[in-house]
């Protein structure tokens, strides 16, 4: 790393470029206004640092390095342009992808070196290949879940953490021993292997509701799997990428851990679907008011304050052109409309922002739940389109819910609180909800995208 | 190779705690573009590969590399086209501005 020529310089020069740039594109997202900047300087960055890596004296042969770069070009492009209501799956085959490409940089790297590896080598190789694979293999079972290929509900069985556990302790020593013994190649495949079986178990437990964690989580994975490819090429522009992306991960679990009130562990290990059945067995005779889409029109209508709060249901059901129109139909009538955003409503962090944004929503009436919170009270009607374990009070209430502790929107402090829904069937948590059997709550059955349609032609009707 | 190792770890550890810093700021409206973005941040680790394949020190090397640089190349370039999707939707209610 310390070759005197001038084009050697010159890509270091590239390389420190552009991890300023990096870190500068992560500064820009703070905020809309900044954030489209803050990708141009990541896109910049990137070109500096691939082109001249390019420059690199140690480079013979370019054939394969084009056709792979054009290969790459011909997958990405698609992959950036799939719909919106796809974006989390695409998040977690891109942390697929990434992954692979570091378990196999690492693999390349061991064979290249092996047997004679210093231990500091084999040490963040070993990282490298575990977290690399384990993340790979687990974030195409998280895509599939998503994509629906695979089955969402979690499949838990006795003695599953346990086997798990095991297997990765069992890579871990394979992995310290290698560090001390390098000349043992044979060993090699064994921690690239056992996480890739690991990944797979890791995730079939995990239920849809809990995705949002999952795929923070991978994301770190995967960026600390390739900081750890950094230290393996001694690069510091590697180091610091993958260290950023880490930390990025880090906080998003953190983040959505504490929006359901549960630990890393448990979201892992805890088998959510599992916990819930005992909640679910007390079966609610209590009635509910139901309301035409006629009468919901009316209420809305008459309101002056409106809060939306919208849950993964709405991006089943493709709702939320309709729920714009029905922003247009009230916004226009005076209604004031904003929207209460849940951290973990949708399939990953910020989703409903996302499709909100898409349809054309002002992102100034996206509130997150500590924003809204103190809004409820003075609010005429919480509209709850496709959400539930969210807006469940018990999480508040009731020591004994599944869901206790959880912070909740709280809807039901709102004056009117109505809510579309297909049935009376449970959400994924399998919890019931009290608010739906409160006097003040008025149930809209059907499906989401129709029903709003309906309540904004009623107001369309009303205004003529 | 001693002195090189302490300054990665220093060099990780600064970086980790500017991404900390960084990311507590950026707002929760975004943070589907923010994992999309940091993602193709990520593919970073395409230069890795590059080099491994150009060295052509391997059989082995240059098959793995190849299909390294094209899964880091695809997250690239959908990394950065999707996020650009994305925040191109999200606009104020305010005044628009040119």
């Keep these: 790393m310390t070759a005197g020529t001038g084009t050697e310089q010159l890509i270091e020069v590239a390389y420190l470029v552009a991890t300023a740039l990096f870190i500068l594109s992560l500064k820009w997202m703070s905020s809309p206004a900044t954030a489209r900047r803050g990708v141009r300087a990541g896109e910049l960055g990137m070109l500096l640092a691939v082109g001249g890596t390019l420059l690199h004296h140690g480079i013979v042969d370019y054939k394969w390095i084009a056709v792979a770069l054009v290969l790459g070009v011909i997958i990405g492009v698609p992959l950036g342009r799939v719909q919106m209501t796809a974006v989390p799956q695409r998040t977690a085959l891109s942390h697929a992808f990434g992954a692979l490409c570091v378990t196999l940089v690492g693999t390349a790297e061991f064979y290249l070196r092996a047997p004679d590896v210093s231990r500091f080598m084999m040490a963040v190789l070993s990282a490298e290949v575990i977290l690399g694979s384990l993340t790979f293999t687990g974030s195409l079972m998280a895509a599939g879940k998503l994509q629906e290929v695979l089955p969402q509900r979690p499949i838990t069985y006795k003695g599953q953490n346990v086997v798990n556990l095991a297997l990765l302790a069992v890579a871990i020593g394979v992995a310290v021993y290698l560090v001390f013994r390098p000349e043992h190649t044979r060993l090699f495949p064994a921690i690239v292997g056992i996480p890739l079986v690991f990944g797979v178990l890791m995730i079939i437990p995990i239920g849809g509701a809990d995705m949002p964690t999952v795929i923070s989580l991978l994301n770190s994975y995967a960026g600390l799997s390739a900081a750890a490819m950094g230290f393996v090429l001694d690069s510091k522009l590697l180091i610091i990428a993958g260290a950023l992306d880490g930390a990025s991960g880090f906080i998003l679990s953190v983040n959505m851990s504490k929006a359901m009130n549960r630990s890393f562990s448990n979201v892992l290990f805890g088998a959510f679907g599992q916990e819930q059945a005992a909640g679910a067995s007390a079966p609610q005779a209590r009635s509910v008011r139901s309301a035409t889409p006629e009468e919901a029109a009316t209420i809305l209508a008459a309101a002056n304050k409106v809060v939306i709060v919208p849950g993964y249901g709405m991006a089943v059901a493709q709702a939320q052109h309709k729920v714009r129109e029905l922003y247009d139909a009230l916004t226009r009538r005076g209604v004031d409309v904003k929207f209460g955003i849940h951290p973990v409503a949708g399939r990953m962090p910020g989703h409903m922002n996302v499709l909100l944004a898409e349809a054309d929503i002002p992102y100034d009436k996206l509130l997150d739940m500590d924003e809204i919170n103190g809004d409820f009270p003075q609010t005429d009607v919480a509209l709850v389109i496709g959400a539930n374990d969210v807006t469940n009070p018990s999480a508040r209430n009731d020591a004994a819910s599944p869901i206790y502790g959880m912070p909740i929107l709280d809807v039901d402090r709102a004056r009117t609180v109505m809510v579309i829904k297909r049935s009376m069937a449970a959400g994924f948590a399998g919890i019931d909800n009290p608010v739906y059997y409160l006097d003040k709550t008025l149930m809209l059955f059907g499906d989401a995208r129709s029903f709003v349609g309906a309540i904004v032609r009623e107001l369309a009707g009303g205004q003529g | ?98």
């Design chain 2, 1 to 98: 190779m001693k002195l090189d190792l302490l300054t990665s770890l220093y060099v990780f550890m600064l970086a980790a705690f500017i991404g900390f810093e960084v990311i507590r700021r950026v707002s929760p409206l975004l943070h589907t573009p923010l994992m999309s973005l940091t993602n193709a941040l990520d593919a970073i680790a395409v230069i890795g590969a590059i080099i491994l394949v150009g060295e052509r020190k391997s059989a082995l090397s240059t098959v793995l590399g190849t299909i390294a640089i094209v899964a880091a190349t695809s997250n690239l370039v959908g990394g950065f086209v999707i996020t650009d999707r994305m925040l191109k939707m999200f606009r104020s209610s305010g005044p628009k501005k040119p």
